[in-house]
């Protein structure tokens, strides 16, 4: 545990509870249609779905060998996105 900790001069820092810090989920996805550029397309996403902040999301398998219809992702989204989502009915 750290006793101490001093922000050197001008740091934006602030020290919060471990509740203050962003939580996230993984979940599974299917993407329709070829998919070459995820960022282009969570960027989309963002854009077209009030709520959804993709900067947060992480991509951790891509996959679209066998998948001509689509492309299958394994991500980590922010809470406040699955959220967003149910409230879409997704």
């Known amino acids: 545990m750290i006793q101490t900790?001093?922000?050197?001069e001008g740091s934006r820092l602030k020290m919060v509870?471990?509740?203050?810090?962003?939580t996230f989920k993984g979940v599974v996805g299917l993407l329709q249609g070829p998919v070459e550029d995820t960022e282009?397309?969570?960027?989309?996403?963002?854009?077209?779905?009030?709520?959804?902040d993709t900067g947060y999301w992480r991509?951790?398998?891509?996959?679209?060998e066998?998948?001509?219809?689509?492309?299958h992702l394994v991500l980590s989204?922010?809470?406040?996105?699955?959220m967003a989502l149910e409230k879409m009915g997704w």
Do not use: F, H, M, T
């Open 5 to 8: 900790l001093k922000a050197w």
């Open 59 to 64: 991509v951790y398998e891509y996959e679209c």
């Open 40 to 52: 282009r397309y969570n960027q989309g996403l963002c854009r077209r779905n009030r709520g959804l």
């Open 77 to 82: 989204i922010d809470s406040l996105s699955v």
């Open 17 to 22: 509870g471990l509740d203050a810090l962003p």
């Open 66 to 71: 066998g998948k001509p219809s689509g492309v």
